[in-house]
């Protein structure tokens, strides 16, 4: 082996050997116990690479490696080899340490000099705090600014959920770094701390993302493909120590770390109750992971309003159940009532049957539902409103208003990978360039998988149709009288849980071909990237979750025909609604698939704390002493930092939060007029989704490296396609599926009286349905032929009527609310003005020496910001 230097550093109180890249050794197990609060906070600049190895233990003790995959492990070699050294030519200094014990685990530390840092920073346009002008700025903590904080204000009261955070960001002028005005920017003295920690992390991720390893024709590039190819195991910058309050002695707030601060004041349970902590997150995790919980606690604090009053309409509902006449028409019918069979074995029923379904069908179907669905759906267009004007408040704060316009870089993927470069007609630089025309077509194959997809979706909703036909015969046939009597009802609820099952099953295998299908697409920037992989999965979960709602809201029961002539598919007779009627069914079904997911969601949330866990312990440290021999290290906390980080889980994006977030929304705005209390349900979850996922990014995921957002992207469209086709399901719900407009239209023609009513709604068969001439009733308003009665086009007239009426006075309300309400507030928009103002200032007291126009961004706190907007010639 070649000769090399060993250097060792001391950090806590822990000597670690560490060598340049291509020498190996191994760490020393010379640990002491140490303050954890005195970490140096340069090792935590770091990246770390991590790979392990397998090794095979031998009868006389030696270490073999394991041959059934060593031509696996050569190719993965060669391609880190390349990789690192490549890394190593464009500057980024590199040191391994290397575990042994049941794997051999080597872990290589990341760092970049001062000229990387300051050339890659110009090159990505990383923004850098300026010399103080004439504001300097201190503000204090941004919290969920909602209604709670705007009624404490109004009334002079505490308010209860806010509180105060130390060690507060501090924020000042910035603009974008520029290495020939170093002495213009702040703190530019110290190289070692002007750039901050989360600075050096994109620079080096920046880096790590556009290195080949291999050919660029075959995609071989980025350390996202290594490690989707199992050459690498783990790649993440480190976390600012551990999050555990230190125990045992008082300790001054200010002194904390920020991921300590975030665990105290944002990811413990006893913070339920608190405002989050935003400029906090957004320092520790960037724009991207800010803005979401931003989203996440806007949106929890708006749904309060709807459990309320969803919650009224529900204990309307159950007054409904003791005063409703109809139902205590069919509670008191006897025998009056003998209902046709429900299929071909089955046998005659009495009506009276069904008076706990029917009264327990008056909680989700009566006249309170048609104000609680206007209620949400002016709720929904409002929400997203005010959410615009905070999205623009925060952006303007966080210095990232114009971020995808003008500031967002080209993935470093496809930087990589292009075909060719293209002048830039603006900036006249030569950038990586796609064509267009190849994209589209590229795009177009991804539509035709898209639809064959979806088509999978509805083959399996048709199947479900008929599992659920097929049931109820098999049920019938057993004889079982109590078994025979909740036929549909066990049919229903099977098929709804068959229905959850499978579309937790499809959506894994169709997120996996997006992914695939949005890299092959070769987009242009991060944001686009993002953006098609959303809408592709989007509408793909969109049919699996909302397919067999709507085909139980609008299609089940309509298609049935009557005694004597039943319409039938492949030979099976079409399902009619239960005997409590579709809407009832449909409540059901959204129960268990919304609270199922919810439930199923939290079981995740438990697996991932116990993969936490086997983690901990599969890759606890093992270290080899200087005797050589193997023994167990000491606990976690005597670990070095890239092992402790190590043992957390990956951090997979924001999507699948976002995910579950959107859908629920449409469960409770789409299909709200069946279920008054998803709004109750959706609160309580996201109550403790904040915290959950709070727990996850703090204590649980490895520190994801920092992204900047101008926004939620194509979600905030998502929310607003969602808000039109509530107001048009809502709007068919409640004149076709519920009862509503039939017990209105005969109130009206019977003198304000619902006597008769079950009558009005009840058919006679055919005198030759069968053979005995024995009549029978079922829901439909037909005469004793069969055909339709004059009510049934009376009615049909009255709900067109109603649901054209209900769309156009619902958008009206929505689109006076958007005018009314600006999407940039006022305060902002006279802020913007006296940006310009004062950019005038500083341009004419600097405008020789100053190579940019500056801008001086003003934040809610009256405060400013100053940014770089254009060169400017001196």
């Not at 994006?653 to 789409?670: A, H, K, R, W």
Request: proline share 4%; with cysteine; net charge neutral.
């Amino acid at each position: 082996m070649a000769t090399f230097t060993v250097c060792c550093n001391t950090f806590c109180g822990k000597t670690i050997n560490r060598v340049k890249y291509g020498m190996e050794t191994h760490r020393s197990s010379v640990f002491h116990s140490v303050n954890e609060n005195s970490y140096n906070k340069v090792l935590f600049m770091y990246f770390v690479l991590v790979w392990e190895e397998s090794l095979a233990v031998l009868k006389d003790g030696t270490l073999e490696k394991d041959k059934s995959s060593h031509a696996i492990q050569d190719s993965h070699r060669k391609w880190r080899e390349d990789f690192l050294s490549r890394l190593q030519a464009a500057g980024i200094d590199q040191e391994m340490v290397i575990l042994q014990a049941k794997k051999k685990i080597s872990y290589v530390l990341l760092s970049a000099p001062w000229s990387v840092l300051c050339y890659y920073a110009e090159e990505i346009s990383l923004r850098v705090p300026l010399q103080n002008y004439e504001y300097p700025l201190y503000p204090v903590a941004l919290q969920e600014e909602g209604w709670s904080l705007l009624l404490s204000g109004k009334i002079k009261i505490l308010n209860l959920m806010s509180q105060d955070v130390p060690s507060m960001p501090p924020d000042y002028y910035t603009c974008q770094f520029r290495t020939n005005k170093l002495e213009r920017f702040l703190g530019s003295e110290n190289k070692e701390t002007f750039f901050k920690t989360t600075q050096r992390h994109q620079v080096l991720y920046e880096i790590l993302a556009r290195t080949p390893y291999g050919a660029l024709k075959r995609g071989e590039v980025g350390i996202e493909r290594l490690l989707s190819e199992n050459a690498f195991s783990a790649a993440y910058p480190l976390h600012e120590g551990p999050f555990e309050m230190p125990g045992g002695e008082v300790v001054d707030s200010q002194s904390l770390s920020m991921r300590q601060i975030l665990h105290q004041y944002w990811a413990r349970w006893a913070s339920w109750k608190n405002y989050q902590p935003l400029d906090h997150i957004r320092e520790y995790y960037g724009e991207k992971i800010a803005l979401y919980f931003a989203w996440l606690g806007f949106y929890t604090g708006w749904l309060l309003p709807a459990a309320v009053v969803g919650t009224l309409v529900f204990l309307f509902g159950i007054w409904l159940m003791v005063t409703d006449v109809p139902a205590r028409e069919i509670c008191e019918s006897k025998d009056e009532f003998v209902m046709c069979p429900l299929c071909k074995i089955c046998s005659y029923w009495n009506l009276s049957s069904i008076c706990t379904t029917f009264k327990a069908g008056l909680l989700f179907d009566n006249g309170g539902t048609v104000f609680f669905s206007i209620f949400m759906a002016l709720w929904a267009v409002t929400f997203l409103e005010y959410w615009k004007r905070t999205s623009a408040v925060l952006a303007h704060r966080w210095d990232c208003s114009e971020f995808q316009e003008t500031e967002e870089r080209p993935r470093p993927e496809f930087t990589a990978t292009a075909p060719m470069t293209l002048r830039n007609p603006v900036t006249g630089a030569e950038e990586p360039y796609f064509p267009k025309r190849r994209r589209f077509n590229r795009t177009l194959t991804g539509g035709m998988v898209i639809i064959i997809m979806v088509s999978v979706v509805l083959m399996f909703v048709v199947a479900i149709i008929v599992y659920r036909v097929i049931l109820s015969i098999i049920i019938y046939k057993s004889h079982n009288a109590f078994l025979i009597f909740s036929a549909g009802r066990i049919a229903s609820l099977t098929g709804s849980v068959l229905n959850l099952l499978v579309i937790l099953m499809l959506s894994r295998v169709y997120i996996y071909l997006a992914q695939v299908l949005t890299r092959w697409e070769m987009h242009r920037t991060q944001t686009k990237y993002e953006d098609m992989f959303i809408l592709k999965v989007f509408i793909f979960q969109f049919v699996n979750f909302y397919s067999s709602p709507v085909y139980i809201s609008f299609f089940k029961g309509r298609f049935v025909g009557y005694p004597g002539n039943y319409y039938k598919l492949l030979g099976i007779r079409n399902e009619d609604c239960g005997a409590g009627g579709c809407l009832i069914e449909l409540a059901q079904e959204l129960l268990v698939i919304m609270v199922g997911k919810q439930v199923i969601n939290n079981i995740q949330e438990f697996i991932i704390k116990l993969k936490s866990w086997w983690q901990k312990r599969k890759i606890h440290p093992k270290v080899r002493a200087e005797d050589e021999k193997v023994k167990e290290g000491g606990p976690t906390q005597d670990a070095a930092p890239w092992e402790t980080d190590y043992e957390l889980l990956l951090c997979e994006g924001l999507f699948d939060e976002y995910l579950e977030m959107v859908l629920q929304f449409g469960f409770i705005t789409i299909f709200v007029a069946a279920c008054p209390l998803a709004p109750l349900f959706a609160l309580i979850n996201n109550w403790v989704e904040v915290r959950l996922d709070a727990q996850k990014f703090v204590c649980q995921y490895r520190r994801p490296v920092a992204e900047r957002a101008q926004d939620i992207g194509i979600w905030l469209d998502i929310l607003q396609v969602i808000t039109y086709v509530a107001v048009i399901s809502n709007a068919f719900l409640i004149a076709f599926t519920s009862d509503f407009l039939p017990r209105l239209y005969y109130r009206h023609n019977n003198d304000g009286n619902l006597q008769g009513y079950v009558n009005f709604t009840l058919g006679t068969s055919p005198s030759n349905f069968n053979a005995n001439n024995t009549q029978c009733r079922y829901r439909g308003y037909r005469d004793r032929n069969g055909h339709f009665r004059p009510e049934y086009f009376h009615l049909l007239a009255c709900r067109l009527a109603f649901v054209i009426i209900f769309e156009h006075v619902v958008f009206f309300i929505g689109r006076l609310i958007d005018f009314m309400v600006p999407d940039i507030p006022e305060d902002v928009e006279i802020k913007i003005k006296r940006e310009h103002y004062m950019a005038k200032e500083a341009l004419a007291e600097n405008e020789v020496r100053t190579p940019c126009i500056f801008l001086l961004i003003i934040n809610h706190q009256n405060h400013f910001t100053l940014h770089k907007t254009s060169q400017y010639k001196s």
